[in-house]
């Protein structure tokens, strides 16, 4: 899987928008482009995933930029339960059939009450 | 089904001693995934499983650890002479056949401490 860029922390304040953004820009043209969170002492969560287009589910948005070298991960009301390490991850076929994950250090979100 | 399932959730051991963990992933799927996670990193890819054949294995993955998926269904995770530098969360992950555009379903972990 290529590599990504996130900021190592984010502080949201209770109730308001959270923006995550992350770089990509060796992605290859058949990376998806998907997000797992994990809070503490938990596995990794599934949150989205996308390819080209926006995506929206019931956890968050994803927005891709239109050279897809970045995307940012919407959360539109920051609850004290979204805190957690927020991982971008680019998969893509890594031989074998195994298309693994291929994690990074993730973005620390904090949630202010 | 109550999502992927992992046991023990804890183990401390001695070093030297070996130990066993197990992971038992959503029934319908076929792609079963082995990661370690140590303090404050991502969780690292140790090694793969698409039904019971062992298809891929990171450089992570010494000759002390073992991993096997008999019947396509439950997988173990064997380290053998555990060393301190074992200690790290083991987690186990499964998904349905697919590409790139599947997700993986996590268990809650087993956090292995070796004294």
């Known amino acids: 899987d290529a590599k990504t860029t996130q900021p190592n922390s984010m502080e949201s304040n209770e109730e308001e928008p959270v923006h995550l953004p992350c770089n990509h820009s060796?992605?290859?043209?058949?990376?998806?482009i998907h997000w797992y969170r994990q809070l503490p002492s938990q596995g990794p969560e599934y949150v989205i995933h996308?390819?080209?287009s926006n995506v929206n589910n019931r956890m968050a948005s994803l927005a891709i930029a239109e050279d897809r070298k970045s995307s940012t991960l919407i959360l539109h009301r920051a609850t004290l339960r979204d805190a957690a390490v927020y991982y971008c991850?680019?998969?893509?076929?890594?031989?074998?059939?195994?298309?693994?994950?291929?994690f990074g250090k993730g973005t620390k979100l904090s949630v202010i009450p | 089904d109550t999502g992927v399932s992992q046991d023990p959730r804890h183990k401390i051991t001695k070093r030297g001693q070996n130990v066993t963990f197990r992971c038992d992933p959503i029934?319908?799927?076929?792609?079963l995934y082995w990661y370690r996670q140590t303090l404050g990193q991502g969780p690292e890819f140790l090694t793969y499983?698409?039904?019971?054949?062992?298809?891929?294995k990171s450089r992570l993955l010494s000759d002390r650890f073992s991993a096997e998926r008999p019947k396509g269904s439950f997988s173990t995770l064997e380290i053998q002479r555990t060393e301190q530098g074992d200690s790290a969360m083991y987690l186990c992950?499964?998904?349905?056949?697919?590409?790139?555009?599947?997700?993986?379903?996590f268990g809650q972990g087993t956090r292995l401490t070796v004294v």
């Open positions: 992950a499964s998904s349905y056949m697919g590409g790139s555009n599947t997700e993986a379903f």
């Open positions: 060796t992605i290859s043209g058949t990376d998806y």
């Open positions: 996308g390819l080209t």
């Open positions: 991850i680019l998969r893509g076929y890594s031989g074998a059939g195994s298309y693994q994950l291929t």
């Open positions: 029934s319908e799927h076929n792609r």
């Open positions: 499983f698409q039904n019971e054949a062992q298809l891929e």
